[in-house]
C-alpha cells in the first residue's frame, strides 16, 4: 500500500486553489502551499484583472501584443507588393522577409541573456520602439536598398520583443497550465494579427502602399509606451507571483523532478535527492518518457526546514551561458523541437506572407483587399481553436498536437500546388488555418517544459534562433524555386519540409513530465 500525502499537503485531485508544488508519496503526487486563485493548480479561472499576479501581467502583455501585431497584419499583406514596386522580383521580395529573419537569428540569444541579466520589461519596452523607428523609416524610404536597411532594424526590436515575451510567459506559468497561459497571449496575437489584414488591405486601397507601415509604426510606438506605464518586472516569479509570496528559482520554474515533480524548497524527492551548493553548469537526465533538468540554485538552506528565498539572483556568468546552451543542444527533443518551429516559420514567412500573396495576385488576379481578406480567415481560424488546442496539450501532451497540427499544415500547404481559382484559395485558406491552428502554442510549451530552471532566457533565445533559420531561408529558397520553375513546386517543397519535420519530432522526441499534462482544472 502506498504512503499517503504528510500533513500540510494535499493529493494531487482533492488540492485547494491555493497550492503551487508538488512532491511524489510512494508514486502519488500531494501538493504544497502557495498560489493565489488564477491558472494554476486546482482552479478554472484566470483572474486577468488581479495586477499583483500572473493574470494582470498576462493581461497587460495581451493588450501590448495585439496592439503589435494589428499594425504586423496592416502591413504584413502589402510588404511583397510594396517591395515589387520598386522594380524587383520575387527573390528579391522575399530577401526582405530574409533580413528580418537574419536580424532576429543574430540578437535572439543575446536577447534571452539579456531578459536574465538586466529583466524582461526593459526588452519589452525597447522592442517595440525599435520596430517603430523601423516601420517610419521603412514607409519612407526611397530605394529599396533603404528597405533592407529598416528591416533589419525590425527584426532587432521583433527578437527583443519576442523573446522577452517568452521569458514572461514562462514566469507566468507551470508545465501543467502552460499550454493555456500561452494560448490567451497567442490569442490576443493572433487577434491583432486577425484584424489587421483586411484593413490594411483597404488602407492601401484607398490611401496607398505606404500608408499600412505609417500605421505600423505609430501602433508599436503606443506599444511601448503602454510597456513602459503598466508592465511590471517578473524576473525571479514563479508561477505568475513574486519570489517574496512564493518563491522562487533563479529563472522563475520550480526545481522538478524525473516526472516534473517538486520538493518543498527545492529539497529532495522520493525520486531525487537533493542537491546543494552552486555550480557554473547544468546537469541534465533524460529518463524513459520525461526530460528533467538539475540546476543551479542561487541559495540553499542546509536545515532542509522552512522556505528558502530564491528571488534575488546574480546575473549567470558567460560560462554558465554557453554551458546552457551546448546542454540544450545536445537534447533531442529540445533540438526537434526547434526544427518543427524552424519549418513552420519557413511555411510562414516563405509559403504564406511571400508566396500567396504573389501567387493570388499574379496567377489568380486578386486585388489586395481579397488576398488581406484571407489573410484574415486564417488567423480567424487560428483564433478559434488556439485555446482548444493548449488545453489539450495540457491534458494529453505536447506531441499529441504537435503532430497532427504539423501534418495537416503541411497537406494544406501542398494542396495550393493544385489551386486554380479563387474559391480554392479561399477554401485551403481555411484547411491551413486549421492546421496552424493545431499547433497553437504546443511548440514553445514544449521548449519551455524542457528549458533549465534558472536559465529560461538562454533556452528561450536558442528556440527562437534556431526556429528563425525558417524565416530566413524560406522567402529567399520559395522565391527563387518560384522564379526558376513556378509557384507549384515552391509549394511542394515547404510542404514536404513540413511533414518531414513533423514525422521526424513524432519518431524521436520524448513527451516530457507526462504526468503534469493531466491537471483537470
Excluded at 505600423?216 to 513574486?242: H, K, N, Q
Amino acid at each position: 500500500m502506498r504512503p499517503g500525502c504528510r500533513e500540510g499537503e494535499a493529493p494531487w485531485r482533492d488540492a485547494s486553489p491555493a497550492t503551487t508544488s508538488r512532491v511524489r508519496r510512494g508514486g502519488r503526487p500531494c501538493l504544497i502551499g502557495g498560489w493565489p486563485r488564477g491558472i494554476g493548480s486546482g482552479s478554472r479561472r484566470l483572474r486577468l484583472f488581479d495586477t499583483d499576479g500572473r493574470g494582470g501581467v498576462l493581461l497587460v502583455l495581451a493588450v501590448q501584443v495585439f496592439i503589435i501585431m494589428l499594425g504586423l497584419g496592416l502591413a504584413a499583406p502589402i510588404l511583397p507588393l510594396y517591395a515589387q514596386s520598386f522594380g524587383v522580383g520575387a527573390a528579391a521580395v522575399g530577401s526582405l522577409v530574409t533580413v528580418f529573419g537574419l536580424s532576429r537569428i543574430l540578437i535572439n540569444i543575446p536577447a534571452g541573456h539579456w531578459a536574465e541579466r538586466f529583466g524582461r520589461r526593459r526588452l519589452l519596452i525597447l522592442g517595440p520602439l525599435a520596430t517603430s523607428v523601423g516601420s517610419f523609416g521603412f514607409a519612407l524610404s526611397s530605394s529599396f536598398g533603404a528597405l533592407i536597411g529598416w528591416r533589419i532594424l525590425q527584426g532587432f526590436g521583433s527578437a527583443v520583443l519576442t523573446t522577452a515575451a517568452m521569458v514572461v510567459l514562462a514566469d507566468l506559468s507551470t508545465p501543467a497550465n502552460r499550454g493555456r497561459v500561452m494560448s490567451l497571449y497567442q490569442g490576443s496575437l493572433l487577434l491583432g494579427a486577425g484584424a489587421g489584414p483586411a484593413l490594411g488591405g483597404y488602407i492601401a486601397d484607398l490611401l496607398g502602399l505606404r500608408a499600412p507601415f505609417l500605421i505600423f509604426g505609430s501602433l508599436t510606438l503606443l506599444a511601448a509606451l503602454w510597456a513602459y506605464l503598466r508592465l511590471p518586472e517578473t524576473r525571479g516569479w514563479i508561477g505568475g507571483r513574486p519570489a517574496e509570496d512564493g518563491g522562487a528559482t533563479g529563472g522563475g520554474r520550480p526545481e522538478e523532478g524525473p516526472a516534473g515533480d517538486r520538493a518543498p524548497g527545492g529539497g529532495a524527492t522520493e525520486d531525487r535527492p537533493a542537491e546543494g551548493g552552486a555550480t557554473a553548469g547544468v546537469a541534465v537526465t533524460e529518463g524513459a518518457d520525461a526530460v528533467a533538468w538539475a540546476a543551479p540554485r542561487a541559495s540553499s538552506n542546509p536545515s532542509g526546514a522552512g522556505p528558502v528565498d530564491r528571488g534575488a539572483r546574480a546575473p549567470e556568468s558567460p560560462r554558465g551561458f554557453r554551458s546552457v546552451l551546448a546542454t540544450l543542444l545536445r537534447i533531442p527533443g529540445f533540438v526537434l523541437i526547434s526544427v518543427v518551429t524552424l519549418s513552420v516559420f519557413f511555411s510562414r514567412s516563405g509559403g504564406q506572407m511571400t508566396l500567396l500573396p504573389l501567387f493570388g495576385h499574379n496567377v489568380l488576379g486578386l486585388s489586395e483587399s481579397t488576398i488581406g481578406g484571407v489573410f484574415t480567415l486564417i488567423a480567424a481560424v487560428n483564433f478559434a481553436t488556439l485555446y482548444l488546442a493548449g488545453a489539450l496539450s495540457d491534458r494529453f501532451g505536447r506531441k499529441a498536437v504537435i503532430v497532427p497540427s504539423g501534418l495537416l499544415t503541411a497537406l494544406s500547404i501542398g494542396l495550393y500546388a493544385l489551386v486554380g481559382n479563387s474559391a480554392a484559395f479561399v477554401l485551403n485558406g481555411l484547411l491551413l488555418g486549421i492546421g496552424t491552428g493545431l499547433g497553437g502554442p504546443a511548440p514553445a510549451a514544449y521548449a519551455t517544459d524542457i528549458a533549465p530552471p534558472g536559465a529560461i532566457g538562454p533556452a528561450m533565445g536558442l528556440y527562437r534562433t534556431i526556429s528563425d533559420i525558417g524565416l530566413v531561408l524560406g522567402p529567399v529558397l520559395l522565391g527563387w524555386i518560384v522564379d526558376a520553375s513556378g509557384f507549384a513546386p515552391a509549394f511542394l517543397v515547404n510542404a514536404v519540409l513540413m511533414a518531414a519535420s513533423t514525422v521526424a519530432f513524432a519518431l524521436w522526441a520524448r513527451e516530457p513530465a507526462p504526468d503534469t499534462a493531466h491537471d483537470d482544472r
